[in-house]
């Protein structure tokens, strides 16, 4: 039996070698010459220009009206208006940081991931990320997981390893029961909640098993594939009385996703939202949800949905961050609060409410947004953080 | 050593081995070689400005964002079909027709799906190393790996039994 490896040789044995240096070099050289002589002729229009201009320091907006001179807006809005900074008028939040940052001396000797996906400690034999935290309560559940998992593909997949620590110690550490686990922090105080498959297991920091919640009979069977319909997250209500879901089911016209939102037993299940991507008419659409939040009185979830297409490879066509509200028997139609600016795939992407309610932080490409929930207006901005965005309480 | 000379004997010396990974991401001889030739141009670039301090892990870097970024680029109608090929896999008996499958199971899955493939399983790299490659978080290179080794399964099974030691 031979491995991936010797497949992948077969494959490129009579694969010449490309490219030319010479040419690459020759090419390297004239788009210099071009950008030099681009930037030469704009230097000189923009200096006219300074000079022309420099008394009307007022830019209009895309219907003439004038607006305050200052940094261009990026992004969109929702209503498709220019996104602007406005002063910062509702109540404040604490800081927002990166949770790993509150753990950090017991996260060792693993290594965090920095933001070009590096290893901060290089040579470190595992990797550990947050999965959820609650600086309040002081505790955080963090997955290490081995830097190097071997590069067989016929051997099992590496077991993670969960760890729950308060920023002073750590309080139970064990393997993770189920491969490519999603896992939160609650319900109970000493507990944490599994999503796996089809099913829903809450285990005490010592990994034992307390109790499990099937849901199967709830959740769409397999069409294609050996699963049906999976549970990739789980996120507990403020008052940790209901759950909201996020689910995946592949078809054969696609992936379509779910959000759901039960009682804490798994009983009277809801379908708040379906993300369905129908524009692709040759392709294969796929639609994905994630990063849900709950706003703090538990009246609203926040999630990040993104459509796109597989036609051999995968193309994004959107992503947006989004709100509903819920009510007794369903949800109100979700509200965009703000589409990314071009149809990239960031996969990145992450949404939390804030503690006052008034606004959600939100990862975006290179910065970290505050958004406010009624508009969408974009209140503060920050640098990139790289880990798991928590609130600091005041 | 003068910088030039120092680019063609790392271009001599890696330039078949980028040349098989290019061939395994693209599946085909055309795109491949424009690949690497794109990739040879962004090289000498950074070259010429600063001198490149580890230029493995920084060409690699740019094949390979190069790679997922002109999929993304790429019009829908010049996309392969996303349909499953039209013949059975498992008629396939010889070695051989395995690996041609494989090739043509390849192209069914995504830019990043292939790129990890590749990344982890023809350059041995761990899923950390691969992460930085691709820009990407060792998470996703988890999971992206475990997709794609899944749709190879439903794809060719007979060709990912052979080298899993698993009957499907």
Redesign the interface.
């Known amino acids: 039996m031979s491995g991936l490896r010797e497949a992948f040789d077969e494959i490129v044995a009579d694969v010449p070698v490309y490219g030319d240096l010479d040419r690459a070099i020759e090419q390297a050289d004239q788009e210099r010459r071009r950008r030099y002589g681009a930037i030469a002729g704009l230097a000189a229009a923009a200096a006219v220009m300074v000079v022309v201009l420099g008394t009307f320091a007022v830019t209009r907006d895309k219907d003439g009206a004038p607006q305050p001179a200052g940094p261009s807006p990026t992004g969109t809005r929702a209503d498709g208006t220019s996104e602007t900074t406005a002063p910062a008028d509702l109540p404040a939040n604490g800081r927002l940081v990166r949770a790993e940052d509150l753990f950090a001396p017991v996260l060792e000797p693993c290594s965090l991931i920095t933001a070009d996906f590096r290893l901060a400690i290089p040579g470190a034999e595992c990797t550990i990320r947050a999965h959820d935290v609650d600086p309040a309560a002081n505790i955080g559940l963090f997955e290490e997981f081995p830097t190097d998992t071997g590069n067989d593909p016929s051997s099992p997949p590496p077991v993670a390893t969960l760890r729950v620590a308060t920023r002073d110690e750590v309080v139970g550490r064990f393997p993770s029961p189920y491969a490519d686990v999603d896992a939160e922090l609650g319900p109970g105080p000493n507990e944490i909640t599994l999503a796996h498959g089809q099913e829903i297991t809450v285990v005490g920091f010592d990994g034992e098993e307390r109790r499990s919640i099937d849901l199967s009979t709830v959740l769409a069977p397999a069409e294609v594939g050996p699963t049906g319909e999976e549970i990739l997250s789980v996120e507990w209500s403020p008052d940790g009385t209901r759950m909201a879901l996020v689910s995946r089911l592949l078809t054969e016209e696609g992936m379509s996703s779910r959000l759901w939102v039960t009682n804490s037993d798994g009983s009277e299940p809801q379908v708040v939202h379906t993300a369905t991507n129908t524009e692709p008419v040759l392709r294969t659409p796929l639609a994905y949800l994630w990063s849900p939040t709950w706003s703090p009185d538990g009246g609203s979830l926040g999630f990040i949905e993104e459509f796109a297409s597989l036609g051999g490879t995968e193309e994004s066509q959107s992503i947006r961050a989004a709100t509903l509200t819920l009510s007794g028997s369903g949800a109100s139609v979700p509200r965009t609060l703000y589409d990314y600016p071009s149809a990239t795939a960031y996969d990145e992407a992450e949404i939390l409410w804030s503690p006052d309610g008034t606004r959600v932080a939100l990862r975006v490409p290179n910065q970290v947004l505050e958004l406010s929930v009624e508009d969408g207006r974009v209140l503060d901005r920050h640098p990139l953080i790289a880990g798991k965005l928590t609130w600091l309480p005041r | 050593m003068d910088r030039?000379v120092e680019?063609?004997e790392f271009?001599s010396a890696r330039?078949?081995a980028?040349?098989?990974a290019?061939?395994?991401l693209t599946g085909d001889?055309q795109s491949?070689?424009d690949?690497?030739?794109e990739?040879?141009?962004v090289?000498?670039?950074r070259w010429?400005k600063t001198g490149t301090v580890d230029p493995e892990a920084y060409v690699r870097r740019i094949l390979y964002s190069r790679f997922v970024d002109s999929?993304?680029r790429?019009r829908?109608s010049e996309?392969?079909?996303?349909s499953p090929p039209d013949r059975p896999c498992g008629d396939e008996t010889s070695?051989?027709a395995?690996?041609l499958t494989?090739?043509g199971a390849l192209?069914?899955?995504?830019?990043?799906q292939r790129a990890v493939?590749?990344l982890?399983?023809?350059e041995?790299?761990?899923?950390?190393q691969a992460?930085?490659a691709?820009?990407?978080?060792?998470?996703?290179v988890?999971?992206q790996t475990?997709v794609a080794?899944?749709r190879l399964r439903?794809l060719v099974p007979d060709?990912v039994a052979?080298?899993?030691?698993?009957e499907s």
């Not at chain 2, 052979?162 to 698993?166: H, K, N, T, Y």
């Open positions: 030039e680019l063609r271009v330039g078949a980028l040349s098989r290019a061939f395994l001889h491949a070689e690949l690497v030739q990739t040879y141009v090289l000498v670039r010429q999929w993304r790429r829908i996309l392969p079909s996303a070695m051989t395995d690996r494989l090739q192209t069914r899955l995504t830019a990043r493939l590749v982890r399983f023809y041995d790299l761990t899923e950390v992460a930085a691709l820009g990407i978080s060792p998470n996703t988890k999971s475990r080794l899944q439903e060709a052979s080298f899993e030691g698993v």
